[in-house]
């Protein structure tokens, strides 16, 4: 019988994309993914392998050039985020059909945050597509999902890496990804001019956002840094420490880090290398394993 694995994949933006060479490798080693718990990308790439889709998803991505990914990215200036997230969304959809969480054919669940009831939300059921939206939506960032009497944001807020939250059988493995390790990371030494072009592009886009908003609010300060950059750095810490203290109250019996240092939180261009670093970050956790 093959090992079975209750899998726990962290949030972390673009760094997500390592999930998909973290299982592909537990598949390729012989592992059964009998159940996944997912916050941010980690609840869309769950959700993608879940629905049996994840080859497809990988050769999508990896088929994007970096001004494609500038391109999925609908900016919108609004007191709620300034990224609408529908445009992938709506990509995604057309090779991967929506379907209810429950027709599964493993155990899935997606983490979010409601900031009217200020509770952690765990979604086990009804549209597969609504609950990967409403869990990747970072605050002041993508824009949230309001339903009747909550507003539903990035499951990382309360729980970046849901390691309390996957279904489990017995004897299974516990194995959860952490996006968010304080680990030093090797950088390519390739010369990657069209992305340094992309973030040219990104960073003009985002200065214009800073402008408005200075405009709007002529009180808004934020030194050097400005307002995104502010706001990456902020969640980033905040990600790492709660997931420091979430695995600590909840060991898993294998954590496969990813450096925070490897990428930042939109540079979705990288991943071939992203999903490469998962595969051998899989590989290394697995030796200690066994």
């Known amino acids: 019988m093959k090992p079975t694995v209750a899998l726990v994949l962290g949030s972390g933006g673009a760094r997500g994309i390592a999930h998909i060479g973290v299982i592909h490798e537990l598949i390729n080693q012989g592992y059964e993914i009998s159940s996944i718990s997912g916050s941010s990308m980690g609840a869309l790439i769950g959700g993608v392998y879940a629905a049996g889709k994840l080859d497809e998803f990988e050769s999508?991505?990896?088929?994007?050039?970096?001004?494609?990914?500038?391109?999925?990215?609908?900016?919108?200036?609004?007191?709620?985020?300034i990224i609408k997230a529908d445009r992938v969304v709506n990509e995604i959809q057309k090779f991967i059909p929506d379907q209810n969480i429950?027709?599964?054919?493993?155990?899935?669940?997606?983490?979010?945050?409601?900031?009217?009831?200020?509770?952690?939300?765990?979604?086990?059921?009804?549209?597969?597509?609504?609950?990967?939206?409403?869990?990747?939506?970072?605050?002041?960032?993508?824009?949230?999902?309001?339903?009747i009497d909550t507003l539903l944001v990035d499951g990382g807020v309360l729980n970046p890496v849901p390691v309390n939250r996957v279904f489990r059988q017995e004897n299974d493995i516990l194995i959860a990804v952490n996006l968010n390790a304080n680990i030093p990371y090797k950088k390519q030494k390739n010369a990657d001019t069209e992305g340094k072009l992309l973030e040219k592009l990104t960073r003009s886009k985002l200065n214009g956002f800073q402008r408005k908003l200075s405009e709007l609010l002529p009180g808004n300060k934020t030194g050097n840094m400005g307002y995104f950059n502010l706001i990456s750095e902020t969640s980033s810490l905040m990600l790492l420490q709660i997931a420091k203290l979430t695995l600590e109250l909840n060991p898993p019996d294998l954590l496969i880090e990813i450096s925070r240092q490897s990428c930042g939180i939109f540079d979705f261009y990288k991943a071939a290398e992203l999903i490469e670093l998962g595969r051998n970050e899989t590989i290394k956790g697995l030796n200690k394993l066994n």
């Not at 999508?60 to 985020?81: I, P």
């Not at 945050?113 to 409403?134: C, F, H, M, P, W």
């Open 60 to 81: 999508w991505l990896c088929s994007l050039s970096k001004m494609d990914v500038f391109n999925l990215v609908d900016f919108t200036l609004s007191t709620q985020g």
């Open 102 to 147: 429950e027709d599964l054919p493993i155990k899935y669940a997606a983490v979010t945050t409601d900031l009217i009831n200020k509770k952690e939300v765990v979604i086990t059921q009804g549209s597969l597509y609504d609950a990967i939206r409403a869990s990747v939506s970072i605050p002041m960032v993508i824009t949230p999902i309001k339903k």
